[in-house]
């Protein structure tokens, strides 16, 4: 019964941006960190980013950090990462989780989405 919805992702060219937005239902948002991962073909899933369930606190990868910002929004049970200066290593496909707890350090994660595509030319 629990989902998450991932949706924003397209094709962009380098340096451009993009929103990714994640509807979770049948689970109080609230008392979830919330994440976000990536998959390129052929490597390994990794962790992007990751937001306490007060919104106090994130946990961003020396990767992505100064370009990409995670927030959320518990009222409409939803979490977003926003993706600036893209590049065309950022092309994976993007998946949104949760984890019950209070930390965005730990990544023992316990739900996902089906993931959205990013790709970025260049």
């Known amino acids: 019964q629990v989902q998450l919805v991932e949706s924003g992702g397209g094709l962009v060219q380098a340096g451009g941006s993009l929103r990714l937005s994640c509807a979770a239902s049948g689970l109080t948002f609230s008392s979830y960190v919330m994440g976000w991962f990536r998959q390129a073909p052929g490597k390994e899933r990794e962790f992007v980013a990751a937001?306490?369930?007060?919104?106090?606190?994130?946990n961003c990868a020396d990767s992505v950090k100064g370009r990409f910002t995670v927030s959320r929004d518990n009222a409409k049970n939803t979490v977003y990462l926003q993706m600036n200066s893209l590049k065309p290593e950022d092309t994976a496909v993007y998946f949104c989780a949760a984890r019950y707890g209070s930390s965005p350090y730990l990544y023992d994660y316990s739900y996902w989405g089906q993931g959205t595509q990013v790709t970025v030319s260049s």
């Open positions: 937001i306490s369930w007060g919104g106090g606190s994130t």
